[in-house]
């Protein structure tokens, strides 16, 4: 770019120049351009040199030039210039500069000089082809190049791969070639390509072991018949951590917004239906972070964490002023009456800002995925969602257990007229709760923001889930929030793949029921006095 | 309420001596009578003719305020905040819906003597087992009320015997019509899935876009409802209805004077239910379709805000509440769809803020200082 830059100011400050000899300037400076010169020899050997030194001189063009020499379209014009040639049939054709790949309009095949190859030359390009990007110093090329070989290799290929092999410095790259290999192999009934084969979990290498248990030799058929077992022992495996993955990930998610809730339901026992409209406000909030630094989405996210607490607390508090502490001792009526809070709060997002769901963007440090092996990969998102939850897990917990605010909480809990006869401000207490626990159903709808679209609905598909994992986990103890969200989200992940979805989660749900018919106090029930509620 | 010492012998004649119950069922029949007769009678051009859309929408509402009548029942006197009547209310119109879906016969699109549309388009060669019988309709119309009571009659034995109360129970009813919701969704129950069921022609014989018919069910929802209420009210003035509202003041100590709570808790659930049941079964010929969305944990919070604004505990407030609400959707949804939410949303704060004992608590307010429904009454 910069090179083109220059000279388009050069041919503007000499512009007497005729543009053609600046364009034959531009050429020479270009190491292409003497790269494609030596194949314009008579001398087949000589081509075949200059195929090799194209093919290590690591010009991102090579594989271009070399699939263009291997068709034929690869010519030179008159004025020496090499050009590509798009289309090859009628009188004139469209052709492209080889060098700077732009559009040179029509050509009439009298002003084309074609290079012409043989045989030899024309088996020397297809393996080269697909060799070409194995001699970039680019890491991640060589890598890409060398995944690209799988179950790709051939005779003429595979003599040309096993001296690479040697050479290849990347460790990778070598057992991606050792494996490329071996599935030719295997594939030819040869017993290394099967040895070296056992344990690998790329599907291209199982294709070549299952057409090995058909091998003539019955050594190698029964190898691979072996090796086959133990990938699929393995890969047995690596789907179970993959669905504890998920599982792990869905159940961080339900941690997430149950723990908000597992504050205000379970330590101060109002049931707050709205919860779910918090995290949706939270949701919103990213987004709207992101609206506001449009370009940054990474920075947005991470201010994002703050201000959606900050939102769904005062939003919280507001609640609490207006209509929950009318309520008190009056669970039932809290219920409804938040519920219709939280109805309220939905219809005012949808008129307010769309009843369409809003995108929020994933930035770039967080998409993608952690490759583990052949079989795995773990994106990012739901493991930078898992950390999250983790995190504003341990701090609740700091917060309830080595806080003054958690002391007071605690005691007001558990003997609120005596906790006031102590000095403690029981009226505080409740607001700084329950802004405590809508702050945390905002940081649970950013972290959603990156899993779900956000709409008026969010908080809506995970108020019951919410609910079910505290009252599962017993109602009043963070930890069985914990375990109860974690397990739910994995037994969830657990009989999807034979119950499908939708049965899956009636299943859970099902079990829910019985489960508290068995246990009404959850998992982990409070004892002592702060049992009697 | 009143317990006055009544001296009818029979329990279900008891309430028919009280003057609440009698203004009740007077109002009721009169404006049964002059629906009836302003639809029948006032020619069609006339400023005070009822046209048949309206006698529709009315029986809608006559079979919602049983529904609410169903709820009323366990959350004012039994202290239970059912969050999943909307099942009850949905799987008796399901049964209804089944019956009606086995009349169409050969009529559908595909034309298929046994199989509904919906089975057809499946691919399903035969009726599922849960499908047999619905064609007779004394088989369906058992089933509105065995359906919803069973589903009641495990759930409630499940519940009440490990004393799951209180807003757990609350949760977990809302979990159960949720499941519900999802279960119904899905295709392979044999249920319509998402469309539901629909398209019905007749019941019992007559021709349900006829507007005569369409009187019947209003009738038939009035008649229902009176019945209802006679029934609860019955209930509710027993003995056993006593024990009920000690049970929803002070259950523990109820328990402690030597009563099986759980059974008069069961007892009354299932009633409840079945009521529930039978409003489904009215609603869904009156609407004309059935659908998993009556699963849905809004509808079954609906309900109990109906209670909630007409006044707990008092079972024709529940009558009055789901009226005015449902008027009043039929009006906002009309004129501005976007605000029903807010006006929902904001009639579930303030009643629940401003008016803790509804409309009727206003009414007995009114006439007299001292109110006889206990203040106790706070779950």
Redesign the interface.
Known sequence: MRRFLFWALLCLLAGFLPSAAAQTSAQDSDPGYSLLETLNVDSYRDKGEAITAILQSDDERARGWLQALLDGRLQRTDDGRFVIVLNNTGRSWPVEDALSGEPLGEMSRRELDRIGINNALRNQLRSAIAVVDLYSPNVERRRTSADRLLGEVDDELFDTLTPLIEDAEDDYVRRRLIQAVAIYQTENGEMAGVEALAGSLHPRARVALNRATNAENPAVADAARAALASVEQNLKINRGVETLYFGLSLGSVLVLSAIGLAITFGVMGV?NMAHGELMMLGAYTTWMMQQLLPGQPGLALMLSIPAGFLVAALAGIAIERS?IQ??K?????????T??????L???V??VISPLNRTVITPEWMSGSLVINDALSLTLNRLFVMGFALLVFVALMLIMRRTRLGLEVRAVTQNRAMARSMGIRATRVDIMTFALGSGVAGLAGVALSQLTNVGPNLGQNYI?DS??VV?FGGVGNLWGTLVAGLSLGVINQILEPWAGA??A??IV??F???F???R?RGLFPQKGRAAEG | MTFQATSSRFWLARPFTERATQLFLGVLFAALLIVTVLHVAVPQGSALHVNAYTVNLFGKYLSYALLAVAVDLVWGYLGILSLGHGAFFAIGGYAMGMYLMRQIGDRGTYGDPVLPDFMVFLNWDSLPWYWLGFDMAWFAFAMVLLAPGLLALIFGFLAFRSRVTGVYLSIITQALTFALMLAFFRNEMGFGGNNGLTDFREILGFNLRSSDTRLGLFLASGVALALGYVLCRAIVTSKLGRVCVATRDAEARTRFIGYRVERFQLFVFVVSAMLAGVAGALYVPQVGIINPSEFSPLFSIEIVLWVALGGRATLYGAVIGAILVNYAKTVFTGVMPDAWLFALGGLFVLVTVLLPKGVAGLFSHLRRRDSTYSREASA
């Open positions: 049931i209509v009318f309520l001792g009056r669970p039932l009526e809290t219920l409804l009456a519920f219709g809070i939280s109805l309220i939905q219809q005012l949808r008129t019951i609910f079910m009252v939708v049965l989660k009636i749900l099902v829910i029921i019985l508290i018919q068995k009404p």
